[in-house]
Structures are given as C-alpha cells and as structure tokens.
T-cell receptor, first 112, second 114 residues
Framework: TQLLEQSPQFLSIQEGENLTVYCNSS?????LQWYRQEPGEGPVLLVT?????EVKKLKRLTFQFGDARKDSSLHITAAQPGDTGLYLC????????????FGKGTKLTVNP | ETGVTQTPRHLVMGMTNKKSLKCEQH?????MYWYKQSAKKPLELMFV???????ENNSVPSRFSPECPNSSHLFLHLHTLQPEDSALYLC?????????????FGSGTRLTVV
C-alpha cells in the first residue's frame, strides 16, 4: 500500500507570514494533486502536477513536484485568513491503478 | 444547481436503523466515488462506479451497500452500523475513471452512529 506522509500535521501562523507544507512518499507517483478542505465542506482541487520537477503557481500558492516524483511541496506567500483549511495531497501510482491515495493532510490556521 | 450535492448534510442514527445517503452530480461525469473521512486517518476509498457499474469495492463491510441507478446519482444504504462508522462520508465524481482530471467532491454527510 502506498503511503503519503504530510508534514507538518498542524500549522498555526500569523497573517502575512510565508509557509511550506510537504508531501512525501517512498513510492513513485505518476501524478500528484493538492486539495484544500474548509471546515464543513468537501476537498476542492487546487492543482495537478505530473512531470518531475514541475512547478505550478496559483496566485500566492506555489506547488512543486519532486524530480523523482516521490514528493511535493506547497508554498504559500503572505498567508491570509482565507487560506485556513486542511491541505491534502493525493497521488496516483505508477503501476497503472486509477486509485487516488490521500495523505492525512496539514491543518493550517492563519490568524488575523 | 451545479457540482456535487450530498444529502443529508448531517445524520444521527441508531445502530439498528436503516438510512440512505444520496449524492447527485450535474457535471456530466461518468465516474462516481464514495470516500470515508475519519479523524486522524487519510480519506478511505469505499466504492467506485464507472458508467453505473461498480468497479471497486475496497473491502467495505456489507452493512454499507452502494447503489448507482444512473451516472448522475449515487446512494449509500446503511444498516446496523457501529459507532466506529461515525465519520464524514464524501461523494466525488470525475469525467472518467481516472484520477488525472482530479475529483469534484460534495460537501459530505456527517454521520453519527449512537
């Protein structure tokens, strides 16, 4: 069973600070996705990365897929209270399975 | 209404009750999924339906029974549940049975078994 380890588990910061959260695995993934889940809602897809070394930007969010396609990071610049939520990474394995495997998530709180 | 809609949003049921969760998507997607989200655990895939046919049953106990009458609707029938089944049940859909396009999730049903 492939596992995605996310760190840190919890993160509480002040508005305006920068932060990075990580998603790591010992397995190679053919693609990796990041979702944000707000309290009382379902996860919402932020980005999909498929190429090793790929970097994608979504406003103040920067996503990077590791060269070996085993890890990914999400960097938020000048965090805002609206960024508060549970950030989940999810990957599809290289073996051809269509299953999406999720990590446990990083719970981010941005205080005003 | 667009997106993926789940009803009810909250459900409290006794261990001897029978209830059903409903999911409806208006996106024209062909694949639908049931996930279970418990505290301190990753999202757990329960069932996958592709073009109304069940393609995945992830060793889910028989007290959970899915039904997919068409590509737009998905149900999860519940009976004789246990307190450890209390969780957020999420429905998702995707254009095809592949994760490449990402999933669109509903808001979930918060289930409490008493």
């Amino acid at each position: 069973t492939q596992l995605l380890e996310q760190s840190p588990q919890f993160l509480s910061i002040q508005e305006g600070e920068n932060l990075t959260v990580y998603c790591n695995s010992s397995s190679v993934f053919s693609s990796l996705q990041w979702y944000r889940q707000e309290p009382g809602e379902g996860p919402v897809l932020l980005v999909t990365v498929v190429t090793g070394g790929e970097v994608k930007k979504l406003k103040r969010l920067t996503f990077q897929f590791g060269d070996a396609r085993k890890d990914s990071s999400l960097h938020i610049t000048a965090a805002q209270p609206g960024d508060t939520g549970l950030y989940l990474c999810a990957g599809t394995d290289q073996g051809g399975s269509e299953k999406l495997v999720f990590g446990k998530g990083t719970k981010l709180t941005v205080n005003p | 209404e667009t997106g993926v809609t789940q009803t009810p949003r909250h459900l409290v049921m006794g261990m001897t009750n029978k209830k059903s969760l409903k999911c409806e998507q208006h996106l024209g997607h062909n694949a639908m999924y049931w996930y279970k989200q418990s505290a301190k655990k990753p999202l757990e895939l329960m069932f996958v339906y592709n073009f109304k046919e069940q393609t995945e049953n992830n060793s889910v106990p028989s007290r959970f029974s899915p039904e997919c009458p068409n590509s737009s609707h998905l149900f999860l029938h519940l009976h004789t549940l246990q307190p450890e089944d209390s969780a957020l049940y999420l429905c998702a859909s995707s254009p095809e049975w592949t994760a490449n396009y990402g999933y669109t999730f509903g808001s979930g049903t918060r289930l409490t078994v008493v």
